[in-house]
């Protein structure tokens, strides 16, 4: 071999490494790396989609304008159907899903997975990972995810949550106590806490409600006004050591003149205004909490009372009740057994399921979350804590939160445990008066589409037909008022949902006629592509007309690339 041969094959590899280094270099420097395991639930859906199918007979009504859904199947597919039906409009998603703790309580394509199987966490992080990615699509910029987690999977979830929510906007990780007392034969450390994994949405859009988890805290704040409840703090600075005291902090010593019906105040000295001095019942110069200016703006907001005690003025600020939340959970009624196990044996009659979670974590969750008319989203809903703890909370605050719970069949859980839980707690059990509320129960169905990348035309047309509940789900319009070869038509109080299947027109005119009276109308209407009947019909300004099935497809097109 020649010198130029030799250098010319030097600096070909010595382009090929830069190009390889170039390459390496645009990959995330670290984080999660797992072999992805291919999933049938999921292959599935590259020739046929899920859709809702109802099963009338389970349905519960109250003529309440919001329903409840309980959908029953895999957990990948009713994601799927909510990434077409509840884009952006779920408020909380909580979860608890299978621990993978290798005492097989988790199947993967239908095999348990167990201790030796070396591909437990691939799995597990495969699995996840794609639900997770399908609920985040359907966060309210506003919204919360809680996933509930042990210490099998801990490190693995936090850098998969990190990795699909962002680092920035984790809010953060609670120890909950779910079993103080520990175990009594661990070898080790007995576990008497588990975790959950707080996310925002979008950390700089979320925040909290307003309220109190802590009863004991809740009852300290015992006088109300017109703002709610609060309690009185003297407004003497009475910690703080040194800086306490006059003779360290002697701005802080000033007089407050207050009127004789000790509802005004002021920094000067006015006719028969009485001075207030920051001197405690033992005869202790100390100084008020802020300077004068801070003081009077705290007058303003109506934060100051003044009370006449042993013939001298006593000054206090008004406290609400926004506490600092800690992340250490540990109320007696977080025990998963007495508040969970015990709980759901009362409404079943018998244990029917290992380790609900309690009824009363739960609700400060949502509490915390979610506001009164929020939605509410478990797609591993096992007992149907969550949508319990949705009914006893819209009870209590009159609110009018929905919740959609999904959960699979895996003995016989959602037809036996979930369904009748919520069932008998709306309804009432024993001697426990019902809650009120209603329920409509689906199962995810796949209707066959050949290749969803190039759906065949009578494909389109065969899942337009079958597109009709999940249809009322996403315009929240469930009740079925005419269907026949032509058309489906559901109604509510409020709107009307009508579906046109066919290619041929001929009776879509006739429909619009039928429709033009009501108050509000989404028409759905056949169509090959995108945008071809949205102008149709523009006379009708109570009439939006929407394509199917394309939008459908494209969805699911997208969630295809996410897997
Ligand atoms: C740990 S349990 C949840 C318990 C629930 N938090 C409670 O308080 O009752 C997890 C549930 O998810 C269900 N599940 C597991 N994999 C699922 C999947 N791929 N799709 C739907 N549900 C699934 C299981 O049947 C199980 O009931």
């Keep these: 071999m020649t010198n130029t041969n030799t250098q010319n094959e030097l600096k070909h590899r010595i382009t090929e490494l830069e190009a390889e280094i170039s390459i390496l270099k645009q990959q995330k420097k670290y984080g999660l790396v797992w072999e992805d395991k291919a999933e049938d639930v999921v292959t599935n859906c590259v020739s046929s989609v899920p ?3 109802e099963v009338t007979s389970k349905k519960v009504s109250d003529n309440m304008p919001s329903e409840n859904i309980i959908i029953e199947g895999d957990n990948y597919h009713a994601l ?31 095999d348990y997975v167990d201790k030796e199987d070396s591909y437990r966490h691939s799995k597990w992080l495969s699995f996840m990972a794609k639900r997770l990615l399908l609920s985040r699509n359907l966060l309210t910029e506003e919204g919360f995810i809680a996933c509930a987690i042990d210490h099998y999977e801990l490190f693995t979830l936090g850098s998969l949550m990190d990795n699909i929510f962002g680092e920035q906007n984790r809010i953060g990780i609670v120890t909950v106590v779910h079993k103080p007392e520990g175990r009594q034969f661990a070898n080790f450390l007995s576990p008497s806490n588990e975790f959950m994994l707080l996310y925002a949405k979008n950390k700089q859009s979320a925040a909290f409600q307003e309220v109190v988890l802590d009863k004991d805290k809740e009852q300290e704040f015992n006088l109300t006004d017109e703002n709610g409840n609060y309690k009185l703090k003297n407004f003497i600075r009475l910690t703080d050591g040194k800086y306490s005291l006059r003779e360290n902090k002697p701005d802080g010593f000033y007089p407050i003149y207050v009127s004789a019906d000790l509802k005004e105040f002021s920094l000067k000295k006015l006719p028969k205004y009485r001075e207030a001095l920051p001197i405690t019942d033992r005869g202790v110069e100390r100084v008020w909490k802020t300077f004068g200016d801070t003081f009077m703006q705290k007058v303003a907001n109506g934060a100051i009372v003044a009370r006449e005690e042993n013939e001298r003025i006593v000054l206090y600020e008004k406290l609400r009740p926004s506490q600092v939340l800690v992340t250490h959970w540990n109320k007696t009624e977080y025990h998963g057994y007495h508040f969970g196990t015990k709980i759901l044996e009362e409404i079943l009659g018998s244990k029917q399921f290992d380790f609900p979670k309690s009824l009363h974590l739960l609700k400060d969750v949502v509490k915390l979350t979610t506001k009164p008319n929020s939605v509410i989203l478990d797609f591993f809903a096992g007992s149907g804590t969550t949508g319990h703890a949705v009914l006893e909370l819209n009870k209590e605050d009159n609110g009018n939160r929905q919740f959609i719970l999904c959960t699979n069949n895996e003995n016989k859980i959602a037809e036996e445990v979930t369904y009748p839980r919520i069932k008998k707690v709306i309804k009432g059990y024993g001697d426990v008066a019902g809650l009120g509320g209603s329920i409509r129960y689906y199962k995810t169905k796949l209707v066959d589409v050949e290749k969803l990348q190039k759906v065949p035309d009578e494909k389109r047309l065969s899942l337009t037909y079958q597109a009709g509940e999940m249809i009322a789900l996403r315009e929240n319009t469930f009740d079925e008022v005419e269907k026949n070869e032509w058309w489906q038509v559901f109604s509510s109080k409020e709107k009307t949902v009508a579906i046109y299947f066919q290619e041929d027109k001929k009776k879509l005119r006739e429909l619009v006629k039928k429709l033009s009276n009501n108050q509000e109308v989404a028409l759905y209407v056949f169509s090959w592509s995108k945008n071809e009947y949205t102008n149709e019909f523009a ?10 099935p394309e939008p459908i497809i494209e969805v699911y097109k997208e969630i295809n690339r996410l897997k």
Excluded: C, F
């Design 51 to 53: 859709v809702l199918s």
């Design 80 to 110: 799927s159907v909510l990434n077409y039906t509840h884009r952006k409009k779920i408020d909380l998603i909580y979860i608890d899903p299978p621990y993978n703790t290798g005492a097989r309580d988790w199947k993967y394509n239908n």
């Design 539 to 548: 006379e009708y300004t109570n009439i939006r007309v929407e394509d199917i």
